[in-house]
């Protein structure tokens, strides 16, 4: 008796906490491929939003920025990685997804596309938000104009798993057949004892790198390296 209270009790528990998935796809198609839509959601805590990468043709990353540097990383930010997605796929396919818990709603939570092949993605107005202000100055419009009058191109260095307000707990996924990833995050955080990593784009739009960003990148060069040859060996 006791028991099986208990047991009702866990099963009141699991259903009262059950999370809800907020999807958000990742690139469009046609002449709409710089999109995340929707671009702007709101999430309680513990609610995942799903980044669906279906844009097709898509080279594109979900990656952590600020309201007032909307096409710069914040230094210990998410980031999904450049996720490539080959034309010409059904649209029922399963498509990679990358899975993002809220862990602070009170947050707004800012972020673009750092693609910069073949310009870059956030000039192009490929930002989104996450529990954006609706009124007042840091409205998601707000950010989305600021971000398309960027002008320099975005670092590429790679960013984390956890980032401000939000975490994941693996990189995107399933990135087999026709899928692919660079610089997908395998650090949760910055590493510790290192200096934090943060970027700067210059006005001539060279890019400056700290020594943890730098590291960071050795560390996906080393993993782009292993999935080219991965997928060279596979479209053999
Ligand atoms: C979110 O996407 C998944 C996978 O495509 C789908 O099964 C689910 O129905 C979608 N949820 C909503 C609310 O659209
Ligand atoms: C996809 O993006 C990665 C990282 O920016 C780049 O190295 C790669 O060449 C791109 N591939 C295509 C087909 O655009
Ligand atoms: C959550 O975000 C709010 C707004 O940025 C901040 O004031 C608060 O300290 C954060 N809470 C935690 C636990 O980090
Ligand atoms: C994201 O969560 C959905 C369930 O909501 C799951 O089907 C999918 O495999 C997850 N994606 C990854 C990369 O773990
Ligand atoms: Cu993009």
Redesign the pocket.
């Given at each position: 008796m006791y028991f099986a209270t208990t047991l009702t009790s866990l099963a009141l528990v699991g259903a009262a906490a059950a999370q809800n998935?907020i999807?958000v796809t990742v690139g469009g198609t046609g002449n709409n491929l710089f999109i995340f839509s929707p671009s702007s959601v709101t999430a309680n805590n513990g609610d995942v939003v799903?980044f669906?990468y279906a844009g097709m043709p898509g080279n594109h990353s979900v990656t952590q920025s600020s309201f007032a540097n909307p096409c710069n990383p914040l230094s210990d930010g998410f980031d999904s990685g450049n996720i490539l997605v080959p034309a010409g796929l059904p649209t029922t396919t399963s498509f990679p997804t990358w899975n993002l818990t809220i862990t602070n709603q009170s947050q707004p939570i800012w972020f673009f596309c750092k693609q910069t092949l073949p310009g870059p993605h956030c000039s192009s107005g490929m930002v989104g938000s996450i529990n954006a202000p609706t009124s007042g100055t840091n409205t998601f419009a707000n950010f989305q104009a600021a971000a398309e009058k960027f002008q320099g191109i975005p670092p590429q260095n790679v960013g984390f798993l956890v980032g401000e307000g939000a975490s994941a707990s693996a990189a995107p996924g399933p990135l087999t057949g026709s899928f692919s990833g660079f610089g997908l995050p395998t650090l949760t955080t910055p590493a510790s004892g290192a200096a934090t990593g943060t970027s700067s784009t210059s006005a001539a739009g060279s890019t400056t790198t700290s020594s943890a960003a730098a590291l960071n990148m050795k560390a996906s060069t080393g993993l782009t390296v292993i999935l080219a040859a991965v997928f060279g060996v596979a479209f053999a």
């Open positions: 998935v999807n799903q669906i």
